[in-house]
């Protein structure tokens, strides 16, 4: 039903999760632990999802908090659940007992801990917002909330690889144009010479270790190669499927 990080599994204060598609109670294209509120899956099961996810974590439904995702460098501070979802694409908090919750299916969920100033965090990072600065930002609020960056642990979850991510000619300039040293993540595609394969989790492990926090990590696991496991965005696009599934990756303080 979900993975531990080996990086955050030795702190008893903190609560994770990456979970998995397995486990839940939707059917069809959403099969099983589909835990995306914006999803076309019957609500009901959803906050049944949901209601399972929080209990792995011990704690109670409601304590369960996301955020409306755009694709964002923005990040906000969590003091208990929304009465709305923000816009924000990452989130941290002091506060024990509530599960910061960051949905993906091919993006970048990386949770962040720092377990002696108890404060933790959580960003979704695709490409557009790990180029914009999400990682930093996420970084910037867990310290203004008393986390020592140093002292700070971060795992990336599972997310799209190198070999499943085909790009376009003007995607890769986008990167090199913001640094040159950007055309390290990016090979030539074997199916079409003048596109390129983009190596998101290297180019977000290598911004997490740039920000000069106390530990990345990476779980090296892709949405796309493990149908059976992970939902894809991308790989429901190349199946022309309607809609698909939103994995849930969360952390909280222990109460």
């Not at 439904?61 to 755009?70: D, G």
């Not at 460098?73 to 979802?85: D, G, Q, T, Y």
Request: charged share 20%; with cysteine; hydrophobic share 45%.
């Amino acid at each position: 039903m979900f993975i531990e990080a080996p990086a955050l599994t030795p702190h008893a204060g903190i609560r994770h999760a990456f979970f998995t598609r397995q486990g839940g109670v939707s059917e069809g294209l959403y099969a099983s632990l589909n835990g995306g509120l914006g999803s076309g899956d019957d609500p009901d099961r959803v906050r049944e999802n949901r209601r399972r996810m929080t209990a792995a974590l011990g704690l109670a439904p409601e304590t369960l908090v996301s955020l409306y995702q755009v694709h964002s460098a923005e990040a906000v501070i969590v003091e208990r659940p929304f009465a709305e979802r923000p816009r924000a694409d990452a989130m941290a908090t002091r506060v024990p007992g509530v599960a910061l919750g960051i949905l993906t299916a091919d993006c970048g969920p990386i949770l962040f801990a720092d377990p002696v100033n108890r404060v933790v965090g959580a960003a979704h990072a695709g490409w557009k917002g790990a180029l914009s600065g999400v990682i930093e930002a996420t970084l910037a609020t867990m310290e203004n909330l008393g986390a020592k960056r140093a002292g700070i642990t971060a795992v990336l979850g599972p997310t799209i690889g190198a070999s499943a991510y085909e790009v376009g000619p003007e995607f890769r300039e986008r990167f090199e144009a913001a640094d040159p040293g950007n055309a390290r993540y990016f090979a030539t595609s074997p199916e079409r010479a003048t596109h390129s394969l983009f190596d998101l989790p290297a180019y977000i492990v290598a911004r997490l270790k740039a920000a000069g926090i106390g530990e990345a990590a990476n779980l090296n696991l892709c949405t796309y190669a493990e149908p059976d496991r992970f939902f894809s965005y991308r790989r429901t696009t190349h199946r022309a499927e309607a809609d698909y599934g939103r994995l849930v990756s969360a952390i909280a303080l222990a109460p």
